[in-house]
């Protein structure tokens, strides 16, 4: 899981008390000696956690921090963001739970966010959600919203 160091706390007391597996796209949850990777673009400077909340994991090591600079590209007030016309990937929509307001897309790169092709769960509206069926192939584009990776638009 990566998260803040007081996210991690609380979720692994929450883990503490159940067996959980989660389909976020900041974690994920491994068989033993499986292998796998989380590919993360942080939205904003801080200090992080990557950890494992399994119970006894932590306690055994399995974290680490993650600290995040501030980066220099971001526009001033003399010179104003210039928005670049909305980049759309391909995807083929594989869940959708509109309770969860969520959907799992088998999607190919994502250039706006510099991400390879892979199978990753997105929020998005519920009006998005409502065109979305199992199955269907879409191009859509997908952003960082309050740091969630979510769908903006779908042709």
């Not at 932590?58 to 963001?81: C, K, L, Q, R």
């Not at 210039?82 to 799992?104: F, L, N, Q």
């Not at 199955?135 to 309050?146: L, M, T």
Request: aromatic content about 6%; proline content about 5%; hydrophobic content about 40%.
């Amino acid at each position: 899981m990566i998260d803040t160091m007081e996210g991690n706390a609380e979720h692994k007391e929450a883990m503490a008390k159940m067996d959980m597996e989660h389909d976020d796209p900041n974690s994920i949850r491994l068989d033993e000696g499986g292998s796998g990777e989380v590919i993360w673009t942080f939205a904003n400077a801080g200090s992080f956690e990557f950890a494992c909340l399994i119970p006894g994991h932590y306690e055994s090591g399995m974290h680490g921090p993650i600290t995040v600079a501030e980066t220099s590209t971001e526009a001033s007030a003399e010179t104003p963001a210039v928005e670049a016309p909305a980049v759309y990937s391909t995807g083929k929509v594989k869940k959708v739970d509109p309770k969860g307001k969520k959907v799992t897309i088998i999607h190919g790169p994502l250039e706006n966010l510099d991400m390879p092709s892979m199978t990753m769960v997105f929020k998005a509206d519920e009006a998005l959600i409502a065109k979305m069926k199992e199955g269907q192939n879409i191009e859509f584009v997908a952003d960082r919203v309050k740091g969630k990776l979510t769908v903006v638009a779908m042709k």
